[in-house]
């Protein structure tokens, strides 16, 4: 469309208003079918989300009728009662045919007679262990009947005497003591002891508790070991003190008795 421009004194071609208003704008096809695509994905994830749910639902909805209908099985296969459709028989109708049972009385048999003839049972005697017996060859030539009658052997209790086993006392008024005290006693040890060889490979070392009895006269009996260390350290220990000199015994009430006494044996590894 042409209009004359009365400042310029020019034509000017103007686009008429009303084509303007028939145009219609042009619409990107690309994000409308973007557009599209996200409201089809908007409403599956929608439909997704609203299935779960319902199966949700519904799975404790079945487990609750599967819970109810196994308890009601349960219980209908417990209380469940059958009864026999036998008929009835009256009682009284019956004939019973029992046999009377008599009654027996008991008899009773006399004693048998004692016997007449008894057999006169030997004595034995006590004989010391020195003397010599001689060997008596023995014939038995009884003829044994019913009113053979055979005493009673009697045996002679003899009194055997108890042997008195003395106490062994832990806790004294003087206690043992080696003769020259302690440190004559393990230098006793020191000179004597001979570390084993299994020990000394295995770098085995420590103490070795020893305990032993002291006996009135001094001297040492019952060792043991109360807690030792193994690889031949325990049998050692036990070897020296075995060997050791004699003690002082302990006393109680001024009488010598038997005393337990424990020492210490050191097993020093050095390289």
């Not at 009682?91 to 029992?98: E, I, M, N, P, S």
């Not at 008195?164 to 043992?176: A, D, G, H, K, N």
């Not at 001979?194 to 006269?217: C, H, N, Q, S, T």
């Not at 109360?226 to 302990?250: F, L, Q, S, T, Y």
């Amino acid at each position: 469309m042409l209009t004359f421009d009365q400042n310029t004194q020019t034509l000017i071609d103007q686009p008429d208003p009303a084509t303007l208003l028939l145009k219609k704008p042009k619409v990107n096809k690309e994000a409308k079918k973007r557009e599209e695509q996200a409201r089809l994905m908007t409403e599956l994830m929608d439909m997704k989300k609203k299935r779960d749910a319902d199966n949700h639902q519904r799975s404790k909805l079945f487990l609750a009728i599967g819970f109810t209908l196994s308890l009601l099985m349960v219980i209908v296969a417990f209380e469940w009662k059958t009864y026999d459709n036998g008929e009835l028989m009256d009682l009284g109708t019956v004939k019973a045919d029992f046999d009377e049972i008599a009654d027996i009385e008991l008899t009773q048999q006399p004693p048998p007679p004692p016997p007449t003839n008894k057999i006169i049972q030997p004595v034995f005697k006590e004989v010391p262990d020195d003397v010599e017996l001689e060997e008596l060859e023995t014939v038995v030539d009884v003829e044994m009947t019913e009113d053979l009658a055979i005493e009673e052997v009697v045996y002679e209790e003899v009194e055997m005497e108890e042997e008195m086993v003395e106490e062994i006392f832990s806790i004294v008024e003087t206690q043992p003591e080696p003769v020259g005290g302690l440190q004559e006693f393990y230098k006793y040890v020191s000179d004597n002891l001979d570390y084993p060889l299994a020990a000394r490979k295995m770098g085995v070392g420590g103490k070795v508790f020893v305990r032993f009895v002291v006996e009135k006269d001094g001297s040492i009996t019952n060792v043991e070991v109360i807690r030792g260390i193994g690889h031949g350290c325990d049998e050692e220990a036990i070897r020296v003190i075995a060997n050791a000199p004699d003690w002082k015994p302990g006393k109680q009430r001024g009488n010598p008795v038997r005393v337990y006494a424990m020492v210490p044996i050191f097993f020093i590894f050095r390289d």
